[in-house]
Structure formats: C-alpha cells, structure tokens
C-alpha cells in the first residue's frame, strides 16, 4: 500500500512564505516524476509544479520565480518553497507521484492540504 501525506499548508499573509512537504511510504521501489497539483474552488486543478528523479524541474507560468520544488530521493519526499505568495495561490494543493512497485508504475494522490493566502 502506498501512501502520500502532504503537510504544511496553512494561512499567509501576501507576500509571505509557506513550504509543502509530501513524503510517500509503502512498498516503492522507485519514484520518477513528482509533482505538486492545486485546485481553486470551481477551478479545475492545475499543475503548479514538478521535477523527475533527475531533479529537472517544470513551473507553471505565474508561479515562476516565486516556488521552488525539490525532492529528497533517498526520502521519497517532495518539497514545495511558496515566496511572495498572493491571494491567486489559494487552493487546495495535492502532491502527485509516478511510483514504480513490484506490479508495475502508478500514479499516486495526497489527500491535499489547504494553503490559504489573505490578509
């Protein structure tokens, strides 16, 4: 059984920062890509950011300059750095994983956790 726990979200203020962790835990033999996905109410969720096993990384457009995603392989953890958040970032974020077992690759869902930005 796989598992993906997100943490860290919480209320900031404009401007300020928040770091998302995911660490996924089972039976995992390797991870490839790793990504962080957020969803709006009445949006559709979108992808916010990902990086591979190679650590090679992919921001969406408004994001740019302000997250950084990393990851820890040897942790199967990934990191998501928010700087100079705006109130556009409010979403539930959800950490997406493509994690390869004994049975073969899959794609794997955190429960979300909510990043909510305001003053």
């Known amino acids: 059984q796989v598992q993906l726990v997100e943490s860290g979200g919480g209320l900031a203020q404009p401007g300020g920062s928040l770091t998302l962790s995911c660490l996924a835990s089972?039976?995992?033999?390797?991870?490839?890509?790793m990504a962080w996905y957020r969803q709006a109410p009445g949006k559709q969720r979108e992808l916010v950011a990902s990086?591979?096993?190679?650590?090679?990384?992919n921001y969406e457009e408004s994001v740019k300059g302000r997250f950084t995603i990393s990851r820890d392989n040897s942790n199967h953890t990934v990191y998501l750095q928010m700087n100079n958040l705006r109130p556009e970032d409010t979403a539930a974020y959800y950490c997406?994983?493509?994690?390869?077992?004994?049975?073969?690759?899959?794609?794997?869902w955190g429960q979300g956790t909510q990043v909510t930005v305001s003053s």
């Open positions: 997406k994983a493509d994690i390869l077992k004994y049975t073969g690759w899959n794609d794997y």
């Open positions: 089972g039976n995992i033999l390797m991870i490839n890509v």
């Open positions: 990086i591979n096993y190679d650590k090679d990384t």
